[in-house]
């Protein structure tokens, strides 16, 4: 990926590298195009010239306009709906294409397969998002035993017999074992990101498949170490990704900017997924993910709902929060108030200031052939 700059007043997009198939390429990217029903929505240019030849991708300038105007691409599967002979049967998928082609900040592939590839990852893993329920816990862990066992050191590990897919989903989608198991958000959504790219893998690349599950049996890859094996990080505090600029697969951090209820356990922020058609993953309860202003009030109100357990720790009054949500968003005024407090950029780690819950960057995944599994 390209390191990021100042933000371009409109989408740059993407830049694939041209290995010599460039007919090829334009032809394979109108052709997917046209299965979406979006014909047009991509203006296309080659730069350069020999081995720095490449292919330019973005949304349209006067489409750019009317789709995602300031880089809000939070209606932008609604505005594609009505898009001219749109097909309707894949709304995440074209949202999802479109979504990269408005990027700010170039995004770089090595070719028009790589590309296709990191596309579907993001689909699976919206689609991954959409399905997980989990219970919320911050200290205690569970996984299915058929698939997973602890290990004290490790974590926990695949069991030799299992299959990745198979064992994510069974930890993550209650239909498969008819139960929840304790997670937090963090690790969550390192299990949806994993399932994204595992699928991916299954179905188009099996060497790396069985590179994935080969690692899984003897590491257990959380934390920081799978942000630097699995992940890009687009933007940072000196140059922002836009505030409404979401891509489905999106892994997002609303921050708490307050600092007494952010001393709770768990409640120092939420890590969600952007699923696109501007909604946001709730693991804890499926049926009702987030829109950006109702995870701006959540956090908000986290502030009126803390109080001291009969030990003295500090902890959160679900319920409460969810009233007091209720409340605001039956008072559009007051609501909105706070909304406009919250979404703000966040203040730098350690900081409770001026800031709101809004965080300069966003994670994805990286290329597959990019993963750093070594």
Known sequence: ????????????????????????????????????????????????????????????????????????????????????????????????????????????????????????????????????????????????????????????????????????????????TGRLYDFSCYRATEYVILLGIALEAQHHAPGLYAQLQAVSRHTCIKSGRFHDTFLVEYGAVEAPVPMRYYVPGDRVWFKNPDEASANVEGYEGSWVIYMGGGLFSNFWRRDDPYTLDHKALEIYHWRHATHRDADERLRMDEDRVAALVRSSRAEPDAGQGIVDRMTRYRDPAGVYAEGGCIDASREFPLPLGQLRLH
Not at 91 to 112: K, M, Q, Y
Not at 142 to 167: C, I, M, T
């Open 1 to 176: 990926m390209d390191a990021p700059g100042d933000a371009a007043p409109q989408g740059v997009g993407i830049r694939v590298a041209d290995s010599g198939q460039a007919a090829a390429a334009q032809a394979e990217l109108a052709e997917f195009e046209a299965g979406l029903g979006l014909r047009g929505l991509t203006e296309a240019v080659f730069t350069g010239t020999g081995p720095q030849r490449r292919l330019d991708l973005r949304l349209a300038p006067a489409h750019f306009a009317s789709l995602c105007h300031g880089f809000d691409t939070l209606q932008l599967q609604t505005r594609l709906a009505a898009w001219p002979g749109r097909n309707a049967g894949e709304p995440l998928l074209g949202e999802t294409w479109a979504a990269l082609l408005a990027a700010p900040r170039r995004l770089a592939f090595d070719s028009v397969a790589e590309l296709m590839a990191h596309v579907r990852v993001r689909c699976h893993i919206a689609r991954a998002a959409q399905k997980t329920a989990l219970a919320f816990h911050t200290s205690a862990a569970e996984r299915p035993a058929e698939h997973w066992v602890y290990d004290e050191d490790r974590g926990f590990l695949l069991r030799p017999e299992a299959d990745l897919v198979s064992a994510l989903v069974a930890a993550t989608q209650p239909e498969a």
